[in-house]
């Protein structure tokens, strides 16, 4: 089945650029997703990229897909203290998320 | 308009017992996911319905675990004989459809003693 990995922990200083990565072992997910969690709330979409996209930029979110080594990545430009959060990855290629183990960013002053 | 809710926010039980979680979809969502959240770790898909019918439960861990939807929109995840492991928060989320993207409630964080 398919397996999502994603490092830890991140840590940046408030208004640089925060890149958290993601490697998936399922190469025929058809959609690729980022969502957000903060502390007792649920999970949000920030953003998505199809499968037969390089890129995808939404405001201050770039994500950049590389289909050959099977890699996810996800920009934040101007990180924020309330961009503060756990950021996980997900696939789908049928009807369920395949979500990774999260990345914790913590955004300081 | 409202989201998803799910009812109870938490919910402390003992080794054995029975506990029914609750989810209240978005209205008009034929879809919906239940997945769990370890500590720590990211959401594991348990089932998924359209409509009545649960149309995958491959991620039921085994046959305590069961859920229903019986009307089409609110579900109900039953857990028989608990045990400290099945300690979790549980995840419930609709969509329109297939692909498009699932909306997320806050969760039921279950304690198993």
């Known amino acids: 089945g398919e397996d999502v990995e994603q490092s830890l922990f991140l840590s940046v200083r408030e208004g640089d650029s925060s890149v958290i990565n993601c490697t998936y072992t399922d190469s025929s997910s058809t959609y690729l997703y980022w969502y957000k969690q903060e502390p007792g709330a649920g999970l949000q979409l920030l953003t998505y990229?199809?499968?037969?996209?390089d890129m995808k930029q939404d405001q201050r979110l770039t994500v950049l897909l590389n289909k050959k080594d099977k890699h996810l990545s996800l920009r934040i430009a101007d990180t924020q203290t309330g961009d503060s959060a756990i950021y996980f990855c997900?696939?789908?290629?049928?009807?369920?998320?395949?979500f990774g183990t999260g990345t914790r960013l913590q955004v300081f002053p | 308009g409202a989201g998803v809710s799910q009812t109870p926010s938490n919910k402390v039980t003992e080794k054995g017992k029975y506990v029914e979680l609750r989810c209240d979809p978005i209205s008009g969502h034929t879809a919906l996911y239940w997945y769990r959240q370890s500590l720590g770790q990211g959401p594991e898909f348990l089932i998924y319905f359209q409509g009545t019918g649960a149309a995958d439960d491959s991620g039921l861990p085994n046959d305590r675990f069961f859920a229903v939807r019986p009307e089409g929109s609110v579900s109900t995840l039953k857990i028989q004989r608990t045990e400290r492991g099945d300690s979790a928060v549980y995840l419930c989320?609709?969509?329109?459809?297939?692909?498009?993207?699932?909306?997320f409630g806050p969760g039921t964080r279950l304690t198993v003693l």
């Open positions: 989320a609709s969509s329109t459809g297939h692909y498009n993207e699932q909306f």
């Open positions: 990229i199809f499968s037969n996209m």
């Open positions: 997900a696939g789908t290629n049928t009807d369920k998320l395949i």
